[in-house]
């Protein structure tokens, strides 16, 4: 079986599995139900299979090449903002508030190598429309939560709208071009 990878970021799937781990290490303190158990498995089991899936099952099919992002240009400053914005310094609280400031711009180096490329196979943007629509459907959620429960939290809020923008661009060009039936999405100015 061969799995061509070229367009995808393993750097961006590294940051997401980053993501769930920080975010889900209350699975081994905390039980809330069964489903939300088996749910935060099944996400790290997930992020890991495509991390191993991009970097050792089929690593000749990987662009490292074009993967070229500076992850330590999110990192730093999203543990600084973690630092400088959780509520409490616990340990949950404190990888919980990196994992939704990581989620945010786990999406650069992904958009990062479209644009350094200049273009973007069909099913690469389709994950991509997709995964930045799950976030921008936060909005409702928040909208919900504010009016049935009188309450935001600041540091989901802000870093969603933050990661909301990022795709705007992208989700214009979606519209525009795949949209309109173009099997590869091109950019109008490749960097």
């Given at each position: 079986?061969?799995?061509?990878?070229?367009?995808?970021?393993?750097?961006?799937?590294?940051?997401?599995?980053?993501?769930?781990?920080?975010r889900y290490l209350d699975l081994f303190?905390?039980?809330?139900?069964?489903?939300?158990?088996?749910?935060?498995?099944?996400f790290l089991g997930l992020s890991y299979?495509?991390?191993?899936?991009?970097?050792?099952?089929?690593?000749?099919?990987?662009?490292?090449?074009?993967?070229?992002?500076?992850?330590?240009?999110?990192?730093?400053?999203?543990?600084?903002?973690?630092?400088?914005?959780?509520?409490?310094?616990?340990?949950?609280?404190?990888?919980?508030?990196?994992?939704?400031?990581?989620?945010?711009?786990?999406?650069?180096?992904?958009?990062?190598?479209?644009?350094?490329?200049?273009?973007?196979?069909?099913?690469?943007?389709?994950?991509?429309?997709?995964?930045?629509?799950?976030?921008?459907?936060?909005?409702?959620?928040?909208?919900?939560?504010?009016?049935?429960?009188?309450?935001?939290?600041?540091?989901?809020?802000?870093?969603?709208?933050?990661?909301?923008?990022?795709?705007?661009?992208?989700?214009?060009?979606?519209?525009?071009?795949?949209?309109?039936?173009?099997?590869?999405?091109?950019?109008?100015?490749?960097?």
């Amino acid at each position: 079986m061969f799995l061509d990878l070229r367009g995808i970021s393993g750097k961006s799937q590294l940051l997401f599995a980053l993501v769930f781990t920080t975010r889900y290490l209350d699975l081994f303190i905390v039980f809330i139900s069964y489903y939300n158990t088996i749910m935060k498995v099944v996400f790290l089991g997930l992020s890991y299979a495509t991390v191993y899936l991009i970097y050792i099952r089929f690593r000749n099919s990987y662009d490292s090449e074009n993967d070229s992002f500076r992850v330590d240009f999110l990192l730093v400053p999203v543990t600084a903002l973690t630092f400088l914005e959780s509520y409490e310094i616990t340990p949950t609280e404190v990888l919980w508030t990196f994992s939704i400031f990581l989620e945010a711009v786990a999406i650069m180096p992904q958009l990062f190598m479209i644009t350094k490329t200049g273009k973007a196979e069909s099913i690469t943007t389709h994950y991509l429309f997709f995964l930045g629509l799950y976030r921008a459907l936060y909005i409702g959620n928040w909208v919900w939560r504010y009016y049935t429960e009188y309450t935001l939290d600041k540091v989901a809020v802000v870093s969603g709208v933050v990661q909301t923008i990022f795709y705007c661009d992208f989700f214009y060009l979606y519209v525009t071009n795949v949209l309109q039936g173009n099997e590869k999405m091109s950019l109008p100015i490749p960097v």
